[in-house]
């Protein structure tokens, strides 16, 4: 047939694929839409009788494999079937469970030590279509039922444990069972923990959201993320028909990229606790510093929460200079071998000031109640000998 073709036909004709054995790496599906050998075949496809790829807005086998892969490490060990949607962001991830699950009218259940954007993104975005924020202390289950019992219109509780930035613990499986006893879903960020560290699904969580840009992905060359929710959920067809349509949809670069970093997941969080341990109990003892913030410190109020919803107490510790702001600034511009950089989970340390980056947008009000203060720094401990670490964060605090 090529032989048959103009010279300008025969360029713009795609390669047929002749694969005569299996790639043992995930290939990179490039497409933008499938192909049909026939109109019945192309119909079948489309109404849901027969499963093909159509458009890879709506996935291809390199998002769904790779989303399917972390649902199932979101499962792992239970009898839960899980499903995936891989997005553009964790943010994508976030607001495209928001837009499926919430209507004009219904209310969220939150914390104030949340991501900044999570915060931004309910009082901004949401709050002008009537979907309101009450922002509470989710550790006071009093306060949670109460709120329960007396607003019908509470339909999601939403929190991350530990929060971000300041490591508090939430109880998971009395939320959750809170919230089924009035009807309202539970969705847990799990980007601090990943499926390794916690698996909320174990707790009764109903979603799960992860900005895999962070800690599953893990090198810091991909912005993506991933919600998980159990099959046989009303939701996942509205979530689905949500992601095609707002185009909240993950490609097939950072699908692999994920996939690419997850597989060393295990012992890059091993590395990351056992570090971040280390970091905390020099901080602890070192006479400069008031606080810190971790929850694999014995004297943590949220120790053995953490220590039963936990494998390990993860990467992340945040910690107060004496001197507040001042000394914070001055630590940040000494750094020489950790960076000041915001985004967290890579291999490397990375060090954030939440109050003017991350968490900058969140009214000052919501930061002082949870305990962002001005002076708050935030570490993501990375996986570099844990001498060098210590060492700069010595001469950085002087
Ligand atoms: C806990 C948490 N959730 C969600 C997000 C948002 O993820 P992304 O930046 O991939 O949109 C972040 C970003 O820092 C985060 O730290």
């Not at 810190?292 to 910690?319: C, E, I, T, W």
Request: net charge negative; with cysteine.
């Amino acid at each position: 047939m090529y032989k048959k073709m103009n010279f300008s036909s025969l360029c713009a004709k795609e390669v047929k694929e002749e694969r005569t054995s299996t790639p043992h790496q995930l290939p990179i599906y490039a497409a933008s839409t499938f192909q049909f050998n026939s109109i019945e075949e192309s119909m079948a496809v489309f109404k849901g009788e027969q499963k093909g790829d159509i458009y890879s807005r709506f996935g291809n086998p390199t998002i769904n494999g790779v989303a399917q892969k972390i649902a199932n490490l979101e499962a792992h060990g239970s009898e839960i079937d899980a499903f995936g949607f891989l997005c553009s962001s964790g943010m994508a991830a976030i607001s495209t469970l928001m837009f499926s699950a919430l209507a004009p009218g219904d209310k969220v259940l939150t914390q104030g030590n949340l991501y900044g954007g999570t915060t931004d993104l309910l009082l901004k975005i949401l709050g002008p279509l009537n979907i309101q924020t009450d922002i509470i202390n989710l550790q006071d289950l009093d306060v949670v039922e109460e709120k329960l019992k007396n607003d019908p219109s509470i339909k999601m509780i939403y929190f991350e444990t530990p929060a971000n930035p300041t490591l508090d613990c939430l109880p998971i499986l009395q939320l959750s069972d809170m919230a089924k006893r009035y009807d309202c879903i539970t969705v847990a960020d799990n980007t601090f923990c990943t499926p390794y560290l916690q698996q909320p699904f174990l707790f009764g969580v109903d979603f799960i959201v992860h900005s895999t840009t962070k800690y599953l992905n893990g090198h810091g060359n991909s912005i993506a993320g991933v919600l998980v929710g159990k099959e046989g959920h009303p939701l996942k067809a509205k979530i689905f028909q949500t992601l095609k349509l707002i185009g909240t949809n993950c490609n097939s670069w950072d699908a692999w990229l994920i996939n690419n970093g997850m597989k060393t997941l295990a012992i890059r969080m091993d590395k990351h606790s056992e570090n971040a341990q280390k970091v905390a109990e020099y901080l602890s003892k070192h006479p400069k510093v008031i606080q810190v913030n971790y929850p694999g410190l014995l004297d943590h109020p949220d120790h053995h929460l953490a220590k039963a919803q936990m494998r390990k107490f993860g990467g992340m510790l945040s910690f107060e200079l004496d001197g507040g702001l001042e000394s914070g600034k001055k630590f940040m511009n000494h750094l020489q071998f950790c960076t000041l950089a915001p985004t967290l989970g890579d291999v490397d340390t990375l060090i954030l000031h939440p109050a003017s980056m991350s968490h900058i947008n969140v009214p000052p009000a919501i930061r002082a109640a949870t305990g962002i203060t001005d002076g708050l720094v935030r570490i993501s401990v990375g996986i570099e000998a844990i001498e060098d670490i210590i060492q700069d964060l010595e001469q950085a605090i002087g």
